[in-house]
């Protein structure tokens, strides 16, 4: 019997020890899309994203305007043509919308892999000042509002974001 009692004295033990521990911690959460767009390297990697976009984009105008200009002299001198000249500028013609589609796709993959190296060391600076900042302030976990698998935020919980801006020196 006093074994049992024994037993039960620690099991309450720990859980009052576990109780104060678990009141004791505090819950935090950031929003990293807004940590992200505060930072003045977000705006340098967007301005350079918008310059490889209008690139590209100018590119693929020239391209759009070489077939129109070669399809409107197609259609308009086809009747004229012989059928083996007539066969060859089909041919140049399904050519370059090959080369405009393939084109669209590496462009598309360019730029994708460009914002990728771009916001990449944007992200992990984030990080370490959430980690920075979750150590600094004791708190037990800083939730990402931007984790959609997370639906409730306590009213409790502290908005960390001021305080990883001013890690990051931003306002």
């Keep these: 019997m006093n074994k049992r009692i024994f037993i039960t004295l620690i099991v ?6 576990g109780g104060i521990i678990n009141a004791q911690s505090s819950v935090a959460f950031v929003n990293t899309i807004d940590l992200i767009n505060s930072l003045p390297d977000k705006v340098s990697a ?5 310059t490889l976009n209008e690139n590209y984009k100018q590119e693929l105008q020239i391209m759009q ?3 129109n200009k070669k399809y409107s002299d197609f259609i308009t001198y086809q009747g004229s043509l012989a059928e083996s000249i007539k066969l060859r500028r089909m041919q140049e013609l399904t050519d370059l919308e090959n080369r405009i589609q393939n084109f669209t796709k590496l462009a598309q993959k360019d730029i994708e892999e460009h914002e990728q190296l771009l916001l990449e060391p944007i992200k992990v600076k984030i990080i370490n000042a959430i980690e920075a900042v979750g150590i600094e302030h004791n708190f037990t976990v800083i939730y990402d509002l931007d984790d959609k698998g997370i ?3 306590s009213p409790n919980a502290v908005d960390a974001n001021p305080l990883v801006k001013s890690k990051l020196g931003v306002k």
Excluded: H
């Design 12 to 17: 309450f033990a720990s859980l009052i020890c």
């Design 46 to 50: 967007s301005e350079r994203l918008s």
């Design 65 to 67: 305007n070489e077939y």
């Design 151 to 153: 639906v409730f935020v």
